[in-house]
């Protein structure tokens, strides 16, 4: 394989605009394609507050290299440029061991984790969970996030967006690509060929007009609210293998239920908007390089990278440093 100045990204949510980033900061002859099949604001990465979150102990190190991005940014750039800020909240449960689970993933990666007292769960909650945990972490605003990471790739001059739908990879190799590295989230199994574990995970939420509300705030993992800039996103549901986005009425009371049964302070809120999507939920996010012959004779390096969940924000940079990793061995292998 010859060097492989030319790459197609799949996609142009959080994790394929990280990744197209990370290529170009570290892979200097690259010239990138990122191609998409629809619009930013259809895509599961437009809506999220993207919280810093780690769902399975596995992730931690993935976790960890997109913290320490985050950091930079936070302490070198404008928040309203890159939608990066620090937020301070809680999570509550009835389970200690979920929460432990927690502190495992991430606890000594964000900042001021700790397990509040007794008194502290008394005076902040109404009929507060068992156990609670607090913790400092930052957020990257999908709607501000991920153009800030677009700006970033069109500025360097070494990359185009395109709009194009993809049927297989083979398509896009045949286009005069070395290398595809597949960020089609839900679509991403099927792009592959050779997984069907991708599945949709169908999430709604709110968002509400509460400026006073600054802190994020869990019970367990699926009632929460998360504050962004101009809104509050109260949420959510969390629905395996159902792929409908409609939001209902059976959706919105079934959240404003939840949450203000945890927080009766936010009781009839002024929704500002609404939006669902699909997480492309997976046993394990896949980080792996195949190599490839499409039907016309084309040799072609495939790396898969999809299966993020609702972690996409978290995760992502760190797996895109996994991601220019494997190009990079797969640029010198073609060198011997």
Sequence with gaps: MSLPTKI???????????????????????????????????????????????????????GRTTFKWFENLYKTRKGDETGVKLLSGHIQSDSKERLEQQQAA??????????????????????????????????SEGNKYVPFL???????????????????????ADSNYDIIVNCAGLNGGKLAGDDDTVYPIRGVVLAVDAPWHKHFMY?????????????????????DNRWDLEITDEDRKDILTRYIKLHPGMRDPKIVSEWSALRPGRKSIRVELQEKRSSSGKNYTVIHHYGHASNGFT???????KVVELIKNAINKSKI
């Design 106 to 139: 991430y606890g000594d990666i964000v900042y001021n984790f700790r397990f509040l007292e007794e008194r502290e769960i008394q005076g902040m909650f109404v009929e507060p969970s068992k156990y609670c945990i607090h913790y400092t972490a930052f957020a």
């Design 219 to 239: 019970r367990d993992f699926s009632t929460f609210t998360i504050p962004k800039e101009d809104v509050v996103i109260l949420g959510s549901v969390k629905q």
């Design 150 to 172: 677009k700006k970033s790739i069109l500025e360097t001059g070494k990359a185009e967006f395109k709009h194009q739908e993809v049927e297989s990879l083979d398509q896009v």
């Design 315 to 321: 995760l992502g940079w760190g797996t895109s440093a």
């Design 8 to 62: 197609a990204i799949i996609g142009e949510g959080v994790v394929g605009c990280s990744t197209a980033l990370q290529i170009l900061q570290n892979i200097p002859n690259s010239q990138i394609t990122i191609l998409s099949d629809r619009p930013f604001a259809k895509t599961c990465s437009a809506g999220p507050a993207g919280l810093f979150r780690i769902d399975e102990v596995e992730n931690r190190e993935y």
